[in-house]
């Protein structure tokens, strides 16, 4: 389509790997359903608003192989900034470059849930974990081969997955493994770090991306036994800039043939505020709103809007402020006083703190995704509706005290 054509043409293109995040796009356009937004968890959407470059530094490592850094990378994002999706975008990405993906979630029993995967996804290379070696392969289909029966092989779970390593490098074709929801306190989690730390020395071709929210990303990379992961390329989900979530909604709804109207298309900007899954949640919510008319009604728009508001709410915010410390409502609802940004020595003297005591709050507010910083010492909420929502919550709790 003429919109895909000129998106195309402005993208990067890897020198190495001759790929481009548009070409995944164009794969999600030709299976989007009537609505082209997916506000629900874990789906991926047409366009990946605002990762172009981390896509294609990825896309551009499973083509580099051994020795591209990116192979081990950690992302961080607060509760509806695509991390789930994200992954999932990843792990067809490097499917379609001719690697296994193993999705899961770090859990107990994420060990026996990655093999499974891994054995279940490659049908293409492995017959089951009876321990058979590929005898032939028809190149290209990837689908015809024989076996040659051998004595299945027991042990331990890097045993086995060392034994399933050598069957897939016989083929040049690695294993991609992406885990979500990192949690340091997942002893599994540690376990499959430690191995994965020996699949790197050993040369064995496995990537691992892993993506969590910032506090348990933080304390998985403090942890001294798997202290090396602190050597692994790490990136921040966070807000996306406006000029590519205004593209990003004007393209997805030009490929689901309807549009917005540029004052409609400024207020669904506004209200998504560089949020990934705000983006989802006001394209669906506008879209179901509009019934059959090409162009969005500017009303239809708004109670989109609304809808998805109240959405991000129920899904999003209850959760993030149920979360939050007494110390943590105390630092916010100074900032709320300020209407813009908010400085960190006028936020401690009204806690009525040290600035070295109100730091701590800071950092645990930035690793959870709800403020940031732009400017060191100056601070803003992050996270859309968010303000306003506080601000409700903390005159109900004025009034019930």
Known sequence: MQSQKKFAKAAKVCKTCKNTAVQVWQRRFAVAQSNPFTPTFGIVPPIMAGREELVE????????????PNLCTILAGARGTGKTAFLSFIADEASSQGWIAAK??????MLEDILQQATWNAQSFLDNMGGRKLKGLTVGQLVGFEWENERPVAGNWRTQMNRLLEQLDEYDIGLLITVDEVKVSVDEMKQLAR???????????VALLMAGLPHNVSQLLRDDDISFLRRSRKHHLGRIPDFEIREALRLTLQ???????PESLDEAVAAIDGFPYMMQLVGYCAWSEGGAEEELAPDAVRRGIARARKEMIDGVLEYTYLELSQGDKRFLG???QDEGESSLAV????????????SQYKKRLLEQGIIGERVRGYLRFDMPVFREYLAERLQEEDELA
């Open 334 to 336: 100074a900032m709320l």
């Open 104 to 109: 899961t979630t770090a859990a107990e029993g």
């Open 255 to 261: 490929e689901g043939e309807k549009s917005m109207g």
């Open 195 to 205: 191995i994965y730390q020996h699949f790197v020395t050993e040369g064995r071709k």
């Open 57 to 68: 530094e990825l896309s551009c490592a499973f083509a580099n192989g051994l020795g591209d």
């Open 347 to 358: 936020i401690a003297e009204r806690m009525g703190v040290r600035s070295n005591y109100a």
